[in-house]
């Protein structure tokens, strides 16, 4: 009876002596192994270690950063995070990280807060159109979401879109601004077995950039370029943001295209600070070997290009935008023998001026819905 009492004393140290054991063994593992700049699975560079510093440590930002650094460099770091999104999904919390895993291998984007930016920047790009002469047109791409929904979960907060188009075209129209409103044909496009997005990334693919761009032409009463005029390419493995944010890692990936086709005489311009740099391609292919292959597109994201293409009848075209336009601004090329790009969030200098200096045939605002709800860099119009 004695020695009864005494394997359950011991059998119940166990777990607890277990517990310490995994602690002390990642604990040694964390300190011992060496430590990447780079998660190519999150496609994001981790945090470094902190600056330790007397004031760093009493306000306590020296801390907060090391907390972040512990994270990020745990052992199995990657492993955890996969299990962590799985475990969610299966006790019903899809979307946890604020990406739903969806049927037909989509990973969306849960629908943004309704307390957001569209009014106020909305009102931005109207002040910016009293004050400059050109035309300005607006195409806001609809979310994933909203589109997609029937691959939607059967638990899902509500996409807004329709709200929020409504009261863009109302506020747009009144004031005198094309609104391109996307949404029947990017409806009758996907209900036709058009892949409008990417499964596992935030954007839109060259199909529904093409569907986008042949909208705006004929809004504008301009000639489209037809699509079977594009040579098309296919590359594999393309794992973009909704995959990287959701640690749902045993999700397909997706083949990325491009719509390609010669121009002779065709540049390339992108100017970051003081440096600008000129190409004789749209496409920079040498991304498509990267873990982050969406930069084909123009080379990802930068404050200012300027694409100049000779064969183009129309003069030139300002498109503000944000990521969405990378691969729709190759298509504009065919109407327009001048593209200026600008992204204000890396682009701080007045766009009025470039309006005034370039005197383009029409101003174009390129914005994704949930990238518009939630931009703050729009006032740096003016």
């Not at 040579?231 to 995959?243: A, C, H, I, L, P």
Request: glycine share 4%; charged share 25%; net charge negative.
């Amino acid at each position: 009876m004695e020695i009864k009492n005494k394997n359950i004393k011991i059998s119940s140290f166990v777990p607890a002596a277990a517990f310490l054991l995994f602690i002390y063994v990642m604990g040694i593992w964390f300190l011992l192994a060496p430590k990447r700049e780079y998660s190519p699975s999150e496609k994001r560079y981790l945090q470094k270690f902190p600056e330790v510093s007397f004031e760093s440590v009493a306000n306590g930002k020296f801390g907060e950063n090391f907390e972040s650094y512990f994270a990020d460099h745990f052992p199995l770091r990657t492993m955890w995070v996969g299990l962590n999104s799985y475990y969610n999904l299966a006790i019903g919390n899809n979307g946890a990280n604020g990406v739903y895993n969806c049927s037909d291998g989509y990973l969306i984007n849960a629908p943004v807060s309704t307390e957001n930016q569209i009014e106020k920047n909305i009102n931005t790009i109207i002040d910016f159109k009293s004050a400059i002469k050109a035309p300005v047109s607006v195409i806001t791409v609809p979310s994933t979401g909203y589109i997609c929904n029937d691959v939607l979960p059967a638990v899902h907060n509500r996409y807004n879109d329709d709200e929020y188009f409504t009261q863009i075209s109302e506020k747009l129209e009144k004031n005198s601004i094309n609104f391109i409103d996307l949404r029947d044909r990017f409806k009758k496009a996907y209900a036709g077995g058009t892949e409008l997005y990417y499964k596992t990334d935030h954007h839109w693919t060259v199909d529904g950039a093409y569907e986008a761009y042949t909208e705006f032409c004929k809004k504008l009463n301009i000639t489209p370029a037809e699509k079977n005029s594009f040579k098309t390419e296919k590359y594999d493995n393309f794992y973009g943001t909704t995959y990287s944010t959701s640690g749902f890692w045993l999700t397909a990936p997706d083949k990325i295209k491009l719509l390609a086709k010669e121009h002779k005489g065709l540049t390339v311009e992108i100017t970051e600070g003081n440096e600008t740099k000129k190409y004789n391609s749209i496409y920079f292919k040498k991304h498509l070997d990267e873990d982050d292959k969406y930069p084909v597109f123009l080379d990802g994201n930068h404050a200012y290009t300027e694409i100049v293409n000779p064969d183009a009848k129309n003069g030139t075209i300002v498109l503000v935008k944000d990521s969405f336009a990378h691969c729709f601004a190759p298509l504009l090329t065919e109407n327009y023998s001048k593209v200026i790009m600008v992204d204000m969030r890396y682009y701080k200098e007045s766009v009025s001026e470039i309006v005034n200096k370039e005197n383009p045939e029409q101003v174009l605002f390129l914005y994704g819905i949930d990238n518009l709800a939630t931009d703050t860099s729009l006032p740096w119009l003016e």
